[in-house]
């Protein structure tokens, strides 16, 4: 049945009256709530500011820190509480040079408190250093005391509770509890590291966590910020990177003045002319969030020994006599012995990235080699080899090299060619050596030799006949007579300079004619005809030994100039045939 619309009405009004009336239901809780907050707050009193210290030194991961306040020993421990700390411990001479420091330049405090207290119902025990007393922290360590000394005679038993204050003399002196004293040492220990100063050239001023405001701090703790007030910076000291070192940073992303710790940029700080700082990373690495760290692909794989970049990625590698593990990270040793047999002569050690070699008992290791004890080349000072030769130990030399004539332990680069290559230092670019009397000559593919001086283009031989051999020359005299300013006419022993030799050759006897005999004279005749026929064989015998010796000396020369020379052969070679010729003559 359909409502009249008078009913409607009347329902309608009914639910307007409703709402109104729980609105104000709601408003007037609100005011109800308000005012009693009002009413707590000015029933509450203001908190106090907390204490502001008048001055603070901080010595590696402790600050110390003196209050102007009179207070009672357990009031002055609560202001130490409140800004995270505790009453100071004096346990070396380095925390009363802190005290001396802060205290002194006050000359309206007499004494300040200091965290040492002898417990209730204990007495004084003389025998011990601190006499009994404990420190703020519950112990009794400590490396150093100043007791005043009117307070180790004082008669009778004291017992606690007794409480300790410093005085101008620096000196510890004993007083209750419950009483006065006009200053206040606090200590802030923190073991998690601090801050280090920032440059002196800068104007700086540091506000530490428990309220100290300093210019100048050799530590900071951290939560304190320092303001360099001529660039503009404000910097806080935080934990920074993952080893949780404190530095000197900002919570705000970005670079700051590069004249202040290279703006924080962790690489490098570029200052533009119309922008702000800003930080720029090595190629390959990537700026994180804070705008002054560097990532790279490497930094979180974690490689033992070397990472390469590539890409977004990286590639472990390790040092050389290492091979990449399993994990593709770690670095494995590698058994060079195993890995590659025969590298020593008689026993292989491995070792961590590399190896040695060791010999059998009663071997010695000598130049990479395994030599029997007391060898016969132990005597001997080698400058390359030591070998057996004919049963005796001799020193001979490496391939190129023969033995030094002076001194047969040395060895002397030869050469038995018109070139030879040079010995050159590979870690010197012209650092390259030539035996004697042969000169360096650089090709023009780049190629270096050492190639032979033609003394007889010198003239060294004069008139004479010259012939040039590798490394020295000949001179060859026609007769054997002395004639003109020649090399003939040297002596025996030649001067060092000169290396040629000199070769003389037989004069050639003619014969003399005879007249034909007269007649009738057969005697005459007959002895005439022997002496001719005697001259005559004489004459052939002396030119048969003068084609020999040339013939010998001309096989000489050309052995000399093809002689290979190898290590431990004699360098000259004569032919038999020529040998036994001149042994017969």
Not at 237 to 243: E, P, V
């Amino acid at each position: 049945m359909p409502r009249p619309p008078e009913r409607e009405a009347t329902t309608g009004h009914l639910s307007l009256t409703r709402r109104a009336l729980a609105v104000t239901a709601a408003n007037m809780w609100f005011l109800l709530v308000a005012m009693g907050s009002l009413t707590a707050s000015l029933a509450s009193p203001t908190p106090s500011p907390a204490p502001v210290p008048l001055g603070a030194q901080c010595l590696g991961s402790a600050c110390f820190a003196l209050f102007g306040m009179s207070r009672s020993f357990a009031e002055a421990g609560d202001v130490c509480e409140a800004g995270g700390g505790h009453l100071m411990t004096v346990r070396s001479t380095v925390a009363s040079e802190a005290i001396a420091l802060l205290l002194l330049p006050r000359d309206h405090f007499d004494s300040a408190w200091l965290g040492l207290r002898l417990p209730e119902n204990r007495c004084v025990e003389p025998a011990k250093r601190l006499r009994g007393f404990q420190w703020a922290t519950g112990d009794e360590r400590t490396d150093f005391v100043a007791w005043e000394s009117n307070g180790s005679v004082a008669k009778g038993p004291r017992c606690g509770p007794t409480c300790v204050a410093v005085t101008r003399q620096l000196k510890w002196q004993e007083r209750a509890c419950d009483a006065s004293a006009e200053a206040i040492f606090c200590e802030y220990s923190y073991p998690n590291g601090t801050c280090g100063p920032l440059p002196s050239t800068f104007a700086v001023s540091y506000l530490t966590p428990f309220g100290a405001r300093e210019s100048d701090l050799v530590a900071s703790p951290p939560g304190t910020t320092v303001a360099v007030q001529s660039l503009g910076v404000v910097l806080e000291c935080r934990a920074q990177g993952s080893n949780g070192s404190f530095e000197w940073g900002s919570a705000a992303p970005g670079a700051w003045d590069c004249q202040l710790q290279n703006g924080g940029c962790q690489d490098q700080c570029h200052l533009d002319e119309q922008g702000p700082p800003r930080c720029a990373c090595p190629e390959g690495e990537t700026l994180l969030e804070d705008q002054r760290s560097c990532w790279s692909p490497c930094a979180s794989l974690g490689c033992q020994h070397h990472c390469e970049p590539q890409g977004d990625s990286g590639v472990c590698m390790c040092f050389e006599g290492y091979m990449l593990g399993s994990d593709g990270k770690s670095c494995v040793d590698i058994d060079d012995c195993q890995a590659t047999p025969g590298l020593c002569e008689q026993v292989c050690v491995n070792t961590e990235g590399s190896f040695h070699c060791d010999c059998w008992q009663g071997y010695v290791l000598t130049n990479d080699k395994c030599l029997r004890e007391n060898w016969g080349c132990f005597d001997l000072t080698c400058e390359h080899e030591c070998n057996l030769v004919g049963g005796e130990y001799k020193c001979t030399c490496s391939e190129g090299y023969s033995p030094d004539p002076k001194n047969p332990n040395k060895c002397l680069q030869v050469c038995n060619q018109t070139e030879c290559a040079a010995q050159c230092d590979p870690h010197g670019v012209n650092d390259c050596l030539c035996p004697e009397h042969f000169i360096l000559d650089v090709k023009a593919d780049g190629q270096k030799l050492c190639t032979d001086i033609n003394e007889c283009e010198s003239g060294y031989c004069g008139s004479l006949k010259c012939i040039n051999t590798p490394g020295s020359y000949k001179c060859i005299c026609p007769d054997g007579r002395i004639q003109g300013d020649n090399f003939c006419e040297q002596p025996t022993e030649e001067p060092d300079e000169f290396s040629g030799e000199t070769e003389t050759y037989p004069k050639l006897s003619v014969p003399p004619s005879f007249a034909p005999p007269k007649a009738g004279s057969s005697r005459g005749t007959l002895v005439a005809i022997i002496v001719s026929v005697t001259l005559t064989i004489v004459m052939l015998v002396v030119i048969i030994c003068y084609l020999l010796k040339k013939h010998c000396a001309a096989q000489s020369i050309s052995d000399y100039k093809s002689q290979q020379s190898e290590s431990g052969v004699a360098l000259q070679h004569v032919s038999p045939s020529c040998d036994s010729s001149r042994q017969k003559m």
